[in-house]
């Protein structure tokens, strides 16, 4: 029988780290990052293509998104269908992503089989086909995503913060798979022509987690070998600088809801504040019952949910409390979250910075327990110029997260009178809630 007196003993965690990886370099330049994961027999592969979208000629901004939906779609040893059912028969999984800083490929496959699905990866890498009819629709099918993006509030508000907070001159502020009129001017020439000049072996990082049943660097250097090109020269990444606050207002007739954004330009993971901030954020907007979800939606019922989100770019980010909130108490609820992010007569307490630090630090050994989340967390560093260290120095500066430090962070980032708000949602209904508030508002009907 269960007895009361008998319940186990609940101890602190042991210390974990993040593990670090064995690196090599091929004769070609490619940089290789192992990690040898007991247990792990299924090998997740990352690689990253160090190719900032400010390297994409202003007139065909998109062209990396085309190009890097266009590689799997043949080869010149498997054409056609032919490359998608090599990978099917090794039971490999490929995916991958473009974003602002680089260019990403994930790959999922048995570990018998990681041989053969490098040697694929290499392949579409170096010898894709790039056929015209592949850009053509892939072409078609970005435009036709451009106008879901446009059609979807949270999305559409997700993009005009980004344009509304990042300076104008900047890649950064625009859409990183192109506007409607920069990928309607991409031809396969654009396409063929960056793949040329920028998908170099001296400018990738290959990324392996698994169990490996041989050595991971042989089977690299197998594959890559025969990737060759002049080193990269020319890649720059651009620092971006902020806008000036101000309120942008994007109409969508007839919506019931809104969309809202409102915070500024914020910090990347290189700034000594970073851990602060993750902390204010859970804090603030992370938790169910954080202060902003607390307020916003358990007691004033103006949402399901809102988030206060910190999404890090290479250089700099972007910092925003976000939610949907019926018509009616858009300005209402903008208001109330002004005054929970203004933290000058309610600085965050000691306990709601050890439950945020408390939560961050034992969430972690499970986000990296498969060899795709270390490979994932590793890809997205690597994207951004740091090293796999970064988790371990990320949670030693968690560790020292004090109140004070935690609510200066928010407040040099979001003071009250320095803020960008975004609202899509029925402009005929909000712009005069938004002007009654005191916000100039700036109109927009079509992003481009």
Known sequence: MWRRDRRPEVRAPHAWHFPQPARDYLANGLQVMAFQRPGQHVASVGLVIDTPLNLEAREVEGVATLLHRCLDEGTTRHPGAGFAAALEDLGAVLGGSVGHSATELFLEVPTPSLGPALA???????????????????RALRLAQIDQV??????RAGMEFRRATVARRFRTARMAGGTTSTVSAIGRADVVDFHQRFYRPSAATIILCADFPTDPFALVDAAFAGWQGDPAEGIVHEVPLPRRPHCRLAHRPGAVQADVRLGGFGIDRGDPRWADVQVACHALGGAFLSRLNKVLREEKGFTYGVHLVNQAMRDGGLLAAQGSFRTEVVAESIQLMQG??????????????????????????????TARGVTDRVTTLVANGLSAEFVNSFSEALAHVVPSSATQAVSDLLPPDGQTLVVVGDAEALQPQLADAGWDVELVDRMD
């Open 120 to 138: 694929l990866l290499a392949e579409m890498l170096v010898e894709p086909v790039l056929a015209e009819a592949d850009v053509e629709r892939h």
């Open 340 to 369: 929970i992010l203004d933290l000058t007569t309610s600085p965050l307490s000691p306990r709601e910075v050890e439950e945020s630090v408390s939560f961050l630090l034992g969430s972690v050994p499970l986000r990296y327990s």
């Open 150 to 155: 446009m059609a979807t509030s949270a999305s």
